[in-house]
């Protein structure tokens, strides 16, 4: 069975960048789609960005578009999520989400293994 943990949170300016991990146990991970997902106090999950299980295609949020770059690096089993020109409303607790051999899926629905979350603050 696979597990994803989620690594890379922290306390941020507007403005920053920062680099968040999803690291899996398991070698098949290359064969995972990935998403990451991010919640926010009081407010719903929502969908950030997404990549194919064969890194072939990937899907933004609109709010993210052009700010945040997602990416797999197979030999590593990780998948990142690359944050850009970071803003207050970009904080949230991010999480990944992967399925097997799935398409770069907006919908939490979609995806059966979850991690456990990392806590990215960014202040204004």
């Known amino acids: 069975q696979v597990q994803l943990i989620e690594s890379g949170g922290g306390l941020m300016q507007a403005g920053d960048s920062l680099r968040l991990s999803c690291a899996a146990s398991?070698?098949?991970?290359?064969?995972?789609?990935t998403g990451w997902f991010r919640q926010a106090p009081g407010k719903e999950r929502e969908f950030v960005a997404a990549i194919s299980w064969n890194g072939r295609s990937t899907n933004y949020a609109d709010s993210v578009k052009g700010r945040f770059t997602i990416s797999r690096d197979n030999a590593k089993n990780t998948v990142y999520l690359q944050m850009t020109s970071l803003k207050s409303e970009d904080t949230a607790v991010y999480y990944c989400?992967?399925?097997?051999?799935?398409?770069?899926?907006?919908?939490?629905?979609?995806?059966?293994?979850w991690g456990q979350g990392t806590q990215v603050t960014v202040s204004s």
């Open positions: 989400a992967g399925r097997k051999f799935a398409a770069a899926n907006m919908r939490a629905e979609e995806y059966d293994l």
């Open positions: 398991g070698r098949t991970f290359s064969l995972y789609a």
